[in-house]
């Protein structure tokens, strides 16, 4: 008699051949992981995490990125029972977002417990958009960091737009960048958010190569100011790739926030034109 983990684990491994993408290597000389952030999901996951996981696997992710929400940082579930699930269906839990706050030990020992390597502050900790707020933010970061370092983690950020805005002369992205230890501070780049704040990210890329072992995959409507399918924005997806190794990237977590119909049906779309590409 199987048991719902033995479907699981069918259900997961039997989607995990129809993305291959060969021409997109990271990991292995025929295999480029894709991940997905679950905002991309959130309400589904509220209402019903594991059967959503469920149909996450079935379009060929392979890497999941969690994000903070009312129920916690799982969703409801405790964070074994998250890596548990991710693992059943042939998924990795790699990261996950968080707040750097006043719950920042706890946030730690549920990473740790769910085996995720990473642990990305989702915003920024503190209002002000000088250099100096920012200055002391990088020293945050810092600290963060050899918190996680010790535990075994990896600290990180993911930028919105606003980080691009300048004070001083100065982008305050770059303030974060220039004023944070690379061995401490994982930057997670969010591609969208970067052409929305103005810029452009191949000139980081060349700015600091390396710099950046996660992505938000995500396509922007430049008139609409809101996430779309790939494609349909003005992201120069193929571009990305092809410059992805000068920015470090290890892991590629899709991100959409606003859909033409339904989430599953956008990452379908998006898992297609990757495969296209």
Known sequence: MKTRRDFLKQSGTGALGLFVLPSLTLHSPNEQLLGVQLYSFRDAMAKDALGTL???????????????????????????????????????????????????????????????????????????QTVDNYK?????????????????LKFGYHNHAYEFESDKGKVLYDVLMDETDPELVHMELD???????????????????????????????????????????????????QHR????????????EEYASTPLESMKHNMAFLKNL
């Open 136 to 152: 002391k933010v990088a020293e945050a970061f810092n600290k963060a960091g050899e918190d996680c370092k010790k535990l075994g």
């Open 54 to 128: 469920e149909q996450i696997a079935s379009i060929g992710i392979k890497e999941i990125e969690s994000a903070r929400s009312k129920k916690g940082l799982y969703y409801g579930l405790s964070p074994k029972d998250m890596q548990q699930a991710c693992k059943d269906l042939g998924m990795t839990l790699q990261s996950g977002h968080v707040a750097l706050d006043s719950h920042f030990q706890d946030t730690m020992e549920q990473a740790v417990a769910s085996e995720q390597p990473y642990v990305i502050c989702s915003s920024m900790p503190s209002k002000g």
């Open 191 to 241: 591609l969208g958010w970067v052409i929305m704040g103005g810029k452009d990210p191949l000139d980081y890329f060349k700015k600091y190569p390396g710099r950046f072992p996660l992505w938000h995959l995500k396509d922007m409507h430049l008139g609409r100011k809101e996430s779309t399918e790939f494609g349909k924005g003005g992201l120069d997806i193929k571009a990305m790739m």
């Open 245 to 256: 190794e000068a920015s470090g990237v290890k892991h590629i977590f899709i991100e959409q």
